[in-house]
């Protein structure tokens, strides 16, 4: 199988310019290093009726291209559930009854990192499980046997993170992402990942998932987010910032993209032409404030016309 990079958005909405950036740095890495991309729709949790079209239409209107068909999740149930049973077998599973709410008040275990699960139902006897069944379905954790990890990134170098017995799937039957995400990226033969940073915390139990199951660790790219003018990551609430409400206001798919790539210091124009220029190691390290939106004057029906939004767009 040839090497692949990916982007694998949920499609839980539009896409914003955040996340229009983070796709565009996926493809740029890939296919500057001779890579083919594949899209893969996570579409286990969050899925609303609609998004997926949207979201493909509006990376297509940016110059994201894939290859190959897209992938769904929901198709791959027989795949998470066989490497669930994988390590069933190899005694690193078991059953959790706990609640959030029991979670977080159950006292941590000494030296356990902050966020880690306290491994409340980690040696329940045969009764108690028997018991416990009676009262709330389980979920299925890992049983691990280190408490972190340590992944290389492209832009982050060493990183050393938590690895808890995190769960693989929830107790209403849905798997969980960090199980999801590492069995397709190894069944579809990706071995670079590039996703926003918000995502970096998650990765040494990603790696270490992939090491018990056997399965190569990619080469991990873990980007700046793009944050509104607070500072706070971008969000829907944050005004125009999906390329409809964007073209509503004037600004084409094409302005957009320019300005993402003068984001990133890269020429402007369709996306093949930023190949030969993108550099992973001249990347900015910072995430990107989103210039916004003019308000439109008071007293004014009309947002400004598309000079005055590309304008403002490339400040
Ligand atoms: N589906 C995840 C998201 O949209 C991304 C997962 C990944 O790239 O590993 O946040």
Known sequence: MTSAGRFAPSPSGELHVGNLRTAILAWLFARSSGRRFLMRVEDLDRARAGAEAEQLRDLTAIGVDWDGGVVRQ???????TAAIARLTEAGRTYECFCTRREIQEAPSAPHAPLGAYP???????????????????????????????????VLHGRYTGV???FV????????????????????????????GDDLLPSTPR????????????????????VLNADGARLAKRDGAVTLSD??????????????????LGLPPGPLKHAVAAFDPAALPREPWVWPGM????????TRPGPEATARRLDS
Do not use: W
């Open 74 to 80: 929901t198709d791959r149930e027989h795949l998470y």
């Open 294 to 301: 003019p308000d439109p004057q008071p007293g004014t029906a």
């Open 119 to 153: 491994g409340t139902c980690r040696n329940l006897g045969t009764a108690e499980r028997a018991a416990k069944r009676a009262v709330r379905p389980a979920a299925i954790r890992l049983r691990a046997d280190v408490a972190e990890a340590t992944v290389r990134d």
């Open 168 to 195: 693989l799937r929830r107790n209403d039957g849905v798997t969980a992402y960090n199980l999801a995400v590492v069995v397709d990226d190894a069944a579809q033969g990706i071995d670079q990942v590039v996703r």
């Open 246 to 263: 964007l073209a509503l206001a004037g600004v084409t798919a094409d302005e957009v993209r320019d300005a993402l790539l003068a984001s």
């Open 163 to 165: 690895v808890d017995d």
């Open 206 to 225: 990603q790696a270490y998932l992939a090491s018990l199951l056997d399965m190569p660790v990619p080469e991990y790219a873990h980007v700046p987010l």
